[in-house]
């Protein structure tokens, strides 16, 4: 590969997984589809200035968050290239975020294929929880410690209604648990199989949000409900004409 061609190449990295790539200069600021986790993410440039300037609070700027390193705070400090990062940043980054340093995360190529054409268009966005100004690629705020399901903008409404959600999934995972319970007792099936169904449709979208083994189950409850119903429909039934 040429000078030329090298310089061209910028250093980015998934949102959602950490994962780092080498690609083309071209795509900055354009939406890509990560070959690691499948998800969208946007391309931003991670090639840091070579300079650490200092910041308010005297230890620098953390060069991957870009904010400031306060003298309270806990601080990872490479020991090749003695960048100072917040702990967070450091453990979030998977090591240092100086380009060429020796203790960077590996990176693999991205295919052209991947990005889509469609463009970004702004480098911040606010925060839907606490109204700060952030990255347009952050997928949690340092302000208010939000964390975001993408890097896409989010409304205030979009995040209160996830927010809510997320803190209904411990009580719909127990649900779940003793839904599957009352559809294997024949008494209470007929009741599980109604009740089943009325509270699936209404928490539809908090359910989905389960990992599969937990939607598996609540599909496998309201199914042997139903089936457990039909039974003993068919038995009465039975037992009413030959009985």
Not at 22 to 47: E, G, I, M, P, T
Request: aromatic content about 8%.
């Amino acid at each position: 590969m040429t000078e030329a061609s090298q310089q061209d190449k910028i250093t980015t990295r998934c949102t959602h997984c950490g994962k780092a790539f080498r690609v083309n200069a071209a795509y900055l600021n354009k939406k890509a589809k990560c070959s690691a986790c499948q998800q969208a993410f946007v391309v931003q440039r991670l090639d840091p200035p070579v300079e650490n300037p200092r910041g308010k609070s005297g230890q620098g700027l953390c060069v991957i968050c870009q904010y400031d390193v306060s003298d309270t705070e806990v601080v990872t400090t490479c020991t090749e290239c003695k960048t100072i990062y917040h702990h967070e940043c450091w453990e979030y980054n998977q090591g240092c975020g100086m380009y060429g340093c020796s203790y960077c995360p590996e990176t693999e190529g991205l295919s052209s294929l991947e990005v889509p054409a469609s463009h970004w268009g702004r480098e911040d966005k606010q925060c839907p929880k606490c109204n700060t100004t952030i990255q347009a690629a952050a997928v949690r705020c340092r302000q208010c410690g939000a964390s975001f399901a993408s890097a896409d903008p989010e409304s205030q409404s979009n995040f209160q209604q996830r927010d809510r959600e997320k803190q209904q999934l411990p009580g719909i995972r127990k649900s779940i648990v003793w839904l599957l319970v009352f559809s294997l007792i024949p008494c209470t099936a007929p009741i599980a199989a109604v009740v089943g169904v009325i509270w699936y449709r209404a928490n539809r979208g908090a359910i989905q949000r389960l990992p599969a083994l937990s939607v598996a189950l609540c599909k496998i409850a309201i199914g042997t409900a139903i089936l457990e119903t039909c039974i003993v429909v068919l038995a009465m039934m039975f037992h009413g004409m030959f009985g």
